[in-house]
C-alpha cells in the first residue's frame, strides 16, 4: 500500500509565495508520474502540473511561468513550488502519484493512481 501526505498549505498574499509538499510512502512500489491537481469551490478537479521520467515537466496555463513542480527522489518527495500567487490560485490542493508494485522480480503490476488528502491555499488580494 502506498500513502501520500500533503502538507504547506495556508494564507499567502497575492503576489506571494507558498511550497506544498507531498511525501509519498511505502514498500516495494515505483513511481511512473508525480502531478498536481487543485480544486476550487464550485469548480471542477483540474491538473496544475505534472512530472515523469520521460518527459518535460507540464503547466497548466494558469500557472506556468509562476509554479515549479519538483521531487525529491531520495526522500520520494514532490514540491510544489508557487510565486507570483493569486487570488484565483485559491483552492484545495492535491498530490497524486502514478503507482507500480512489484509482483515478483522483474514483473510489474499494472499503474494506478493514489491521491493525498488535500491541503488547502488561500490567496488573498
Known amino acids: 500500500q502506498v500513502h501520500l501526505a500533503e502538507s504547506g498549505g495556508g494564507l499567502v498574499q497575492a503576489g506571494g509565495s507558498l511550497t506544498l509538499s507531498c511525501v509519498i510512502s511505502?514498500?516495494?512500489?515505483?513511481?511512473?508520474?508525480l502531478a498536481w491537481y487543485r480544486q476550487a469551490p464550485g469548480r471542477q478537479r483540474e491538473l496544475v502540473a505534472a512530472?515523469?521520467?520521460?518527459?518535460?515537466?507540464y503547466y497548466a496555463d494558469s500557472v506556468k511561468g509562476r509554479f515549479t513542480i519538483s521531487r525529491d527522489a531520495a526522500t520520494n518527495t514532490m514540491y510544489l513550488r508557487m510565486n507570483s500567487a493569486k487570488p484565483e490560485d485559491t483552492a484545495e490542493y492535491y498530490c497524486?502519484?502514478?503507482?507500480?508494485?512489484?509482483?515478483?522480480?522483474?514483473?510489474?503490476?499494472?499503474?494506478?493512481?493514489?491521491w493525498g488528502q488535500g491541503t488547502r491555499v488561500t490567496v488573498s488580494s
Open positions: 512530472i515523469t521520467s520521460a518527459s518535460s515537466p
Open positions: 511505502g514498500t516495494g512500489f515505483s513511481i511512473t508520474a
Open positions: 497524486a502519484a502514478g503507482i507500480t508494485f512489484e509482483a515478483s522480480p522483474g514483473e510489474w503490476t499494472p499503474e494506478k493512481n493514489y
